[in-house]
């Protein structure tokens, strides 16, 4: 009997510690724009780049993380879509620009969740549109000669029928 | 705010999502865009992201492509590369290739990248009877009434990158109720041919309404439902084929299920009683047992357990119930075993998929929930006699594209006709140039018909190893799609030096390693010092290059096979390498010799060959 009460205590003690340091420990993410969000250690989890970070440095409740490429503005879109259980509706909401630079991020940071949501995000809104439109979506800078580009075209004429308008 | 720019390999995880026909449209954003989405690691990171599909196939009637066995109606119309003849018989699909036969030749098909591509043809000793006598009357039936044979054959990948066909001749025995295998062969895909198996010693079982049915691919093998002849009785079992180690196996059946097959009567209508495995995406191996007029199904819950076989349903033909009200059809016409509905497809809600025979060319499909006893009416499709059907999932992929658009068949508007040749592009330097066709069959193309059903009208370039470049021309005259294949030796060709590109790959292995290889000849040590000039495209042979050239024997009889086991084996990659020099070397001497007048312009764009 004095055994078990004995660990009871223990697993006890172990679960308030437990309780103890998620209630504590909070992450501060400075942002490009000099902002500093302060976000639960179970939010920063995802981003595998912090958490890799963490896991080496062992460092206890106060950590201040610097994210050199990231806005504020973009970040509080990601607690958002976060704390949204990455709704696809709250996605269709934001903007190119916010999508590509959400993409960039949730790749920066390693987020798996957040960058297949993103990834098949701008793969639906690409899909069925012209070469002009994606090459200007992407910043691409096309090598190609005229002749070469209509060469290619023909070889797959088919795939260029039924595109969107831009 | 800055504009983002995404890095190009974060596009590339994104173009991963893609359709295969989209990126077909984005290869042309830029050179290092084609390069990359063409790419073989592309190509795979791109298949781990597609999902399964459905594919529902008629050869010469729809082909489609469907989200799910739910959803029939929404069709996305694959374009193969189909005519007009009889002879079509879908071998299977697999990393969504479509294994195809066609007027006699078999065909990987990826519709999704539109690109198809003939098999060596294979010459099994009867080649001639098999050629002028395959009429539609036969071919479509797989079995051949004159010298009694049928071609059974499976169709299964081994990994991203190679495709095997496993292809069985079997005799009819005097008494016709059998049809013991007398040859099997396989084919792979990386090899380019066709090489003997060692032969299983048993029948395959037959169906009622095409003789033959294909391999069906479970667990990593392919099956076939056999059976042999034992202490005076059939024996039934599956027919297994491991890919891996191209060896057949046995898969044996639940006891009770043989015992009910053992009949004495079923002697007697022996030819179509059997057991045939049924195509299935998520369900464990299914077996659909013929016993006329009875059938049974049968799973194996856990796959190579004998003990796990399971009896899912039982029925009756003759029932009235099943037959006229399920069916809709009068159970009178299942006396005719050629109606006998056949079990095609067993369905991830667990229903079963049956196809029967109405009328010709009516074809009935019903899905028949076993829990509840109810059928529902799919589709009634027209189809030809006998005509194979192919229903079944796989991923639609972009297999193959690596090939496409290495070298591709391409034709340009000139003087107000189509002017065909072969459009190459050079990974190394990233630049397209034109290989010119002989002078005849490019006329073969010019015929003003052409223009009007120009679709199908065509060059396209086969895959081979170590052949000369060979050339596949579609040409359509009266209206049908026939077949010509043109072997395109060197001679016919006017070829650049460029055409050393392609190989100097295999070179700069060797080079690399020619210190793990003794007994170098001279020769090679020669020419692999002057490796960097022979790569270069406007190079011309030295006097010296040619006679050393002439000092290099190729080796007879030597078949070149992947890269890397020539350079696991050091002394083999020297004799392949050597004959490949061989072969460039002379080949570079030829051109010069015949076309002293050539020049290669290196204009802004395109470098043209003038004569």
Known sequence: ??????????????????????????????????????VEISTVKEMETIQAFMNATDTDNSIIFPLPKVSSHILSRIMELMSGEYDQELVKRLSHEELKEICMVANYLNMKTLLHLTASAIANLIQNKSVEFVRHFFNIINDFTPEEEVQLRKTHEWAFEGVDED | MSVPILPIDLQLEIFSYLPCKAIMRFMVLSRLHHSLLISPDFISRHHH????????????????????????????????????????????????????????????????????FDLALHDDEDRSIYSYNFTSYRSI????????????????????????????????????????????????????????????????????????????????????????????????????????????????????????????????RGVFVGIFVVQNNNK????????????????????????????????????????????????????????????????????????????????????????????????????????????????????????????????????????????????????????????NLVAAYCHPDNYEREVFVGIFVVQNNNKPLTVYSLNSPNGYHCRATVNISSDDVETTPYFIGPRLKAIQATFERRNELEMLPRSANYFLDRALEISKTDYEPSDMDILYA??????NGLKPDTLDEYVRNGREVMEWENGILHWNISKVRDYNNKHRRAKLHKGKGWPFCHV
């Open chain 2, 284 to 439: 464990p191996l299914t077996v659909y047992s013929l016993n006329s007029p009875n059938g049974t199904v049968w799973v194996m819950d856990r796959y190579g357990i004998t003990e796990s076989w399971n009896q899912i349903f039982t029925f009756n033909w003759t029932d009235n119930y099943i037959s006229s009200t399920l069916f809709s059809i009068n159970p009178d016409i299942y006396r005719h075993l050629l109606r006998f509905p056949f079990l095609l497809f067993h369905r991830d809600d667990g229903t079963l998929l049956f196809g029967a025979e109405l009328n010709c060319p009516q074809y009935l499909l019903r899905s028949l929930d076993i829990s509840h006893g109810t059928c529902t009416v799919l589709n009634n499709i027209g189809r030809r006699i006998g005509e194979d059907l192919y229903i079944g999932y796989s991923s639609p992929s972009l297999v193959l594209l690596d090939k496409v658009s290495a070298s591709m068949g391409a034709k340009k508007w000139v003087e107000n006709t189509w002017y065909y040749f072969i459009l190459t592009f050079d990974p190394q330097t990233e630049v397209f140039r034109e290989l010119l066709l002989a002078d």
């Open chain 2, 141 to 268: 039936y797989c079995y051949d009434f004159i010298s009694r044979r049928i071609y059974s054959y499976g169709f299964i990948s081994r990994g991203l990158s190679d495709y095997l066909v496993v292809k069985m001749v079997s005799y009819s025995n005097d008494e016709g109720e059998s049809f013991p295998l007398r040859n099997a062969w396989v084919y792979t895909y990386v090899k380019d041919d066709w090489r003997p198996l060692e032969i299983p010693d048993c029948s395959l079982c037959i169906t009622p309404a095409t003789f033959a049915y294909n391999g069906v691919v479970h667990s990593g093998l392919l099956h076939w439902g056999a059976k042999k002849w034992v202490e005076n009785t059939w024996y039934y079992f599956i027919l297994t084929f491991d890919p891996q180690t191209e060896v057949f196996g046995e898969l044996l059946l639940a006891d009770n299920l043989v015992a009910a097959l053992y009949h004495p009567d079923n002697y007697e």
């Open chain 2, 49 to 116: 992201k597609s999902r399964n599909k459905f594919f529902f196939l008629v050869p010469s009637y729809i082909t489609c492509l469907c989200e799910d066995d739910d959803h029939f109606t929404l069709f996305q119309n694959l374009m193969l590369p189909v005519g007009h003849y009889f002879c079509h018989r879908i071998i299977g699909i697999c990393n969504g290739i479509i294994c195809m036969q066609m007027d006699g030749v078999i065909s990987f098909i990826n519709p999704m990248i539109r690109y198809c």
């Open chain 2, 550 to 555: 002439e000092g290099i024997s190729l080796v």
């Open chain 1, 1 to 38: 009997m004095g055994e078990r009460g004995e660990e009871w205590e223990a697993v006890m003690l172990r679960k308030a510690e437990e309780e103890e340091s998620k209630a504590v420990k909070k992450v501060k993410l400075v942002t490009s724009d000099g902002v500093t969000m302060e």
